[in-house]
Every structure is written in C-alpha cells, then in structure tokens.
C-alpha cells in the first residue's frame, strides 16, 4: 500500500466531523460578528469582518492544538482527531481571509503595493508602540499555507510519515506569530485588549494541557530496563476483550492484545503516522488504528491483502493467569503463535 | 455520495497550489516600479 495510492477513507463519522465544524465556524463568525456590533456601534462592517475573523481563527487554532494532549489524556476523546486535519485547513481559511481582509483595509489604498506596504509601513522592532505586528501575522500565515497545502494524503505519502509530521510541527511556530501578533496589535489598539486576555487563557489552556499529556505520558514510559527477558504484563483478564495493555519495555512500547482466550502482542507503533495501535481495538478479526484506520493482524503485525505495511512482532506465554512478553523484536510481519488463556 | 465527495477533495487539495503562482505573481508585482 505504501508505494501505492489508497483513496481518502471517506466515511459518514468524517462527514458528520465536517458538518459540525462548518457549523461551528458559521456560529462562530456570527457571534463573533454579533458581538463586536453590540460592543463596539461605531465598528464598520469591514473591522467586524476583520475581528470576527481573526477571534473564530484564534479559537479554532487552540482547537486545534488541544486535540492531540486531550486524546492522550483521555482516549474516549479519540474521534477528535479522526479529521484534524480539515480543522486545521478551516483554520487557515478563516486566517487567511482575516489577512486579506487586512490588507485590502490597510494596505491597497496607498501608492505602494500591498505586500511592500504591509513589510514596510513599520520596522521599528525596538518599539511596542510600532512593533510591526502584522509581519508576525504574515509569517503565522505563510507556515499554515504550507501546512494546509501539504495536508492532503498524497503529500504524506510522498514526504513520509516523519517529514510530513515534521513539517506539521510547524504549527507551534505559526501559534508563536500568533502570539506576537495578537499580543501587539492589542498593544497598538489594532484589536480589543479582550483579545489580548482570551489569548492569555488560551496559552495557559494549552501549556497545563501539554505538561499534563507529557506528565502522563512519562508515567506510562516507567520501562523495564534493557535485558530483562520476560516483561510481566499483569493479569490476561486484566486486558479487555479486543483490546490491549501497552508495556514499555527496553524503551520501546509494546501493545498486547487480548482477543477470546487468544494473546498476541505488537508494537504499539503504526507504520501510517507513528499511531498509538495499543489505544486501538480488534474489529473483524484486525488491530484498528485508532488515528486513521490501518489494520494489523495480531498473530502477524501484518496489514491483511492488498496492503503490505506490517509491524514488528513479539513473543507471549502466559503463566498462572499473567501474560508475560519477550521484549526482544520479531521482524515486521513474522508470524507468532498467540498465547493461550486456559478455558 | 462519496466518489464526487473524493473528486472535490482531491481538486481542493489540489487548489491550494494555485496559491503558490498567485502568491509569487503578487511578490513580482509589487517589485516593479
């Protein structure tokens, strides 16, 4: 499959995904828009434009970048991040017509073009008064256009999965700009000092949201040291059925799946994007990726025909009830007999 | 519903290149006098 084109899995869970952000961006610009009229009676139609914009693109990008802490935080929040990247997308939309708004406003009625009016009207980075904040919205914009260019399957593809989620890190560089942005434009009255405090809940939200995913994260990671030849994994009737108790071991985190009486265990990385496989459950038969839908056999690590992704293997038993499991690696694909629950 | 749906999603990911021309005409532009 990895050197050959799968079609976008289109869905009814991802179509319900996008209606409801269309809704929520719709509503979204309208209170926004509503309530700078109430707020501000003197606003023209262009700033309530410009405003309402700009606060729908902020609270979708703290959406955004709240996904991936809160489904590590709690996995029932998993279909959050089924189609983030059509949020991320809408996101760029909405910022970038708050930036063209922006420049037909400010920048198209002089002599200078645009774009050399919006790099040049300040350069006084020194100055909180006239530090040029909108270059730092121009820059926000220029990372998430590449984001949003890049985001569609085929992209991934062709850049690999650590390229492309590299590049995608990027958006911690945008929400920087952004900060910078928003922070000194409503130092220079640009925009409402509001924006100024919704944006510092917001940096607070997402930094106690990542420490504590990070927090969680490293209590998971507790690894058994390197050498140890079987990782006691607890009790079998501990895991639920179809699904899998993840175990660090040697620095590597293993998924071990229950599925009847059977044991099997792989690692917890999926091929696709690096996906948590033992967040997943078995349906029909195959590990389910809970990110984007690949599947494994357990008993093999291998993707069922025509796909040929396949994960590394690793040995089980099962003594007085607790599964024990090999920490060494099989390679990808290698068949292992699943241990076996006593009926 | 989904093949139009996959033909769309395939033609909007393909538009945002067209930024790419339009973004690098609007920069050549505003270099002339």
């Known amino acids: 499959m990895s050197h050959r084109y799968r079609a976008v899995g289109w869905n009814p869970q991802k179509l319900a995904y996008d209606r409801t952000i269309a809704l929520a961006v719709t509503s979204g610009l309208g209170i926004a828009a509503a309530g700078t009229a109430v707020l501000n009676p003197a606003a023209t139609l262009e700033t309530i434009l410009l405003r309402s914009t700009a606060l729908t693109a902020l609270v979708l990008l703290h959406a955004v970048l709240s996904i991936g802490p809160l489904c590590r935080l709690d996995r029932r929040l998993l279909p959050l991040l089924y189609n983030r990247r059509h949020l991320g997308v809408t996101m760029f939309l909405v910022a970038a017509a708050h930036g063209v708004l922006a420049i037909v406003q400010f920048h198209a009625g002089g002599d200078a073009h645009p774009l050399v009016s919006l790099l040049t009207t300040s350069r006084d980075w020194s100055s909180a008064e006239r530090f040029p904040f909108q270059i730092a919205g121009a820059l926000a914009l220029g990372v998430l256009v590449v984001m949003a260019a890049t985001s569609h399957d085929f992209w991934l593809r062709t850049l690999t999965a650590p390229v492309w989620k590299t590049l995608h890190m990027g958006v911690y560089v945008a929400y920087a700009a952004i900060v910078v942005h928003v922070a000194f434009g409503a130092l220079q009255s640009e925009a409402p000092p509001a924006a100024a405090w919704l944006l510092g809940v917001g940096i607070v939200w997402l930094a106690t949201l990542h420490t504590l995913a990070a927090h969680r994260e490293a209590r998971n990671d507790r690894s058994v040291p390197a050498g140890v030849s079987w990782v006691d994994a607890g009790p079998a009737a501990a895991i639920p059925d179809g699904r899998a108790r993840i175990v660090c071991a040697a620095g590597e985190r293993i998924a071990v799946f229950r599925y009847g009486t059977q044991v099997s265990a792989v690692s917890n990385v999926c091929q696709h994007q690096n996906g948590p496989l033992g967040e997943g459950k078995i349906v029909g038969g195959c590990i389910v990726c809970p990110w984007h839908g690949f599947e494994y056999r357990p008993d093999t690590g291998a993707s069922p025909p025509p796909f040929t992704e396949a994960v590394p293997t690793f040995r089980t038993r099962i003594v007085d009830g607790r599964v024990f499991v090999d920490p060494r690696p099989l390679s990808p694909g290698t068949w292992i007999e699943p241990a076996r629950l006593e009926p | ?33």
Do not use: K, Y
């Open chain 2, 1 to 33: 519903m989904i093949r139009p749906l996959r033909r769309l999603h395939r033609w909007a990911a393909l538009g945002f290149w067209l930024l790419v021309p339009l973004l690098a005409g609007a920069v050549a532009g505003s270099a002339a006098p």
